[in-house]
């Protein structure tokens, strides 16, 4: 969508942008208002603009009691909507357009609490230790109460190398947690495929939705032919672009629409849908997600979930289901809420988000000592790599080895993780039913 841009000199400007902008508008959409009420509000607003200018116990200029009501205004419509002012809004442009140091956490307003919706796989954040559900209590000494989102990244980001400390409040943990982390260049890849061991499954992780999404896991496909079923997994995904989204979904169905969107004005309102060229919709299919899929990552799962394409598996999602744009104002903007997706069911995502078909929470897969007992071929390896430190020798038919090994989800790897282990077996029956 084109940006909208409204540009003001002074206050005077600004209460004359505000009133067009409302009777040129808004008034065919609501006919019962009046001008005469519409004309009393605007007054109002004038009057107690000019109480707080003259009375308030600090002298503050009439281009900061006007920022400050538009910045309530926004943050009081809903969590994504805010007041962008001129600092802030480069900070946002530098972020979208450029390369930038930071500690890699995707964050939104929960219940008026700034909350972690996903650490970004790799990133500083992660292997920190932030998960996702966490309440951002302090960014450094700096409280996080009516704190902004903006205002929190603009803090959170900074030179690479340069640390920073949040105090988090985790459910289950008896106080706040102080975990120091250092900034680094975020740089992410956005799928990782890899095969499943014995099984003739593919695994296709999305970390987030940038623009090569859709490409890699179409590659990733394309040199997996002969496979027996998917795992797609979204856990901890805060979200992205939507046509990847689209694009991803699109490759499991033939017909019909993947998500609507619908706000306010007719012009808002679009719908998309799946085409038939490319689908893949003979082989089963499981999604793994949780508290910290997101946006995007509703979307694909909440759509082929509808579709039932697929079978979604593990803990219900964060329900961010809303659109928002930047309308510039000059070197200022806001950010504001100007439609909500629906899937295809007509069901929203927005503050409810997707509930998986099978309920299951992260752990350990319960198993024997026996399943560790090492074998004859492992006990040969380990010694060959003992004798190898002794002699000094370098393998070079380990390092290719190794390479391979990160193409494999091993069943070492499965036992770690009870989510992925029940859509593999998902995927088993499904095959087992298909093939009666």
């Known amino acids: 969508m084109k940006h909208l841009k409204f540009a003001s000199i002074g206050f005077a400007t600004t209460l004359i942008g505000i009133t067009l902008l409302f009777s040129s508008t808004l008034m065919a959409e609501n006919e019962t208002e009046t001008d005469e ?3 009393s509000s605007l007054a109002k607003f004038t009057k107690v603009l000019g109480s707080v200018e003259k009375y308030y116990v600090d002298d503050l200029k009439i281009q900061e009691i006007v920022n400050k009501s538009i910045e309530g205004l926004l943050s009081n419509l809903d969590a994504h909507s805010s007041y962008l002012d001129a600092k802030h809004f480069k900070n946002m442009q530098i972020q979208t357009e450029g390369e930038f140091g930071g500690v890699g956490i995707t964050i939104g307003m929960k219940d008026g609490a700034l909350t972690v919706v996903a650490p970004i796989e790799g990133t500083p954040a992660d292997k920190a230790g932030i998960q996702s559900g966490d309440i951002i209590l302090k960014i450094n000494q700096k409280s996080t109460l009516k704190m ?5 990244v603009a803090i959170m980001r900074g030179k690479p190398g340069s640390s920073l400390s949040l105090t988090i409040v985790r459910d289950g943990e008896a106080k706040p947690l102080v975990i120091p982390i250092t900034r680094d260049i975020i740089m992410v890849d956005s799928v990782y495929v890899k095969t499943i061991e014995k099984e003739n499954i593919l695994y296709i992780r999305v970390v987030n939705f940038d623009k090569n999404v859709v490409r890699k896991v179409k590659e990733g496909l394309s040199k997996n ?9 979204l856990r901890n995904n805060p979200g992205g672009l939507l046509d990847q989204a689209v694009g991803l979904t699109d490759l499991f169905i033939e017909k019909g629409i ?12 679009s719908e998309y849908k799946a085409k038939v060229a490319g689908t893949i919709d003979n082989i089963p299919l499981a999604i793994l997600v949780n508290g910290g899929s ?5 979307i694909v799962s909440g759509s082929l979930q509808d579709h039932k394409r697929a079978v979604v598996v593990g803990q219900k999602t964060f329900g961010k289901g809303s659109v928002q744009i930047i309308l510039p104002i000059d070197k200022e903007a806001i950010r504001l809420t100007i439609a909500r997706y629906y899937l295809p069911s007509g069901r929203t995502i927005q503050a409810v988000g997707v509930t998986p078909d099978i309920i299951v929470y992260p752990s ?6 026996n399943d560790f007992m090492i074998k004859e071929s492992e006990l040969k390896q380990h010694l060959e790599e003992e004798l190898q430190k002794v002699d000094g020798k370098k393998d070079e038919k380990k390092k290719v080895s190794d390479k391979e090994k990160d193409r494999v989800i091993t069943e070492k790897d499965i036992l770690q993780d ?19």
């Open 37 to 39: 009420s519409r004309l």
């Open 148 to 152: 902004t989102i903006d205002e929190s």
């Open 225 to 233: 032919l002969d496979i027996k079923g998917i795992v797609l997994d």
């Open 258 to 269: 993947i998500v609507s969107q619908k706000g306010r004005y007719e012009k808002q309102n």
């Open 294 to 298: 997101a946006s995007a990552s509703e």
């Open 364 to 369: 350990k897969v319960p198993h024997t000592s």
């Open 418 to 436: 009870l989510q992925l282990k029940s859509a593999i077996d998902i995927i088993k029956v499904l095959n087992i039913k298909n093939s009666k």
